[in-house]
């Protein structure tokens, strides 16, 4: 699953499972689809960093396994290298600032 995050001023799109275990940092269910408004994301922004000062190096929840194009590929060749959440949570932290400077909510929705 993909997850689309907007505001009026720009989105992203980001893993499932990834952006569900941020928006869980944040202090939300993690559901999707869902909103967080204007007034609340000040909030939900200073729980995020809160919790990725705690979990920011945890490994962020791998995608599903692809299969692989060829029988005569190596299974190596596909191996990603694992992302930490404080690195995926980067495009939605100045996300969620911008819309704040800007006195938007912040919707995500399955892409």
């Known amino acids: 699953m993909i997850v689309k995050f907007s505001t009026r001023y720009g989105q992203i799109t980001m893993l499932g499972e990834p952006a569900r275990r941020l928006l869980v940092l944040g202090g939300h269910s993690g559901t999707v689809p869902g909103a967080i408004l204007a ?62 400077a800007n006195g938007s909510d912040l919707m995500w929705d399955q892409a």
């Open 39 to 100: 007034a609340e994301l000040p909030a939900f922004l200073a729980r995020l960093r809160s919790g990725l000062a705690e979990s920011g190096e945890e490994v962020s929840p791998a995608p599903p396994p692809r299969e692989a194009d060829s029988k005569d590929r190596d299974e190596d060749e596909f191996k990603e290298r694992p992302v930490s959440l404080r690195n995926r949570a980067v495009p939605l932290i100045e996300l969620t600032a911008t819309a704040i």
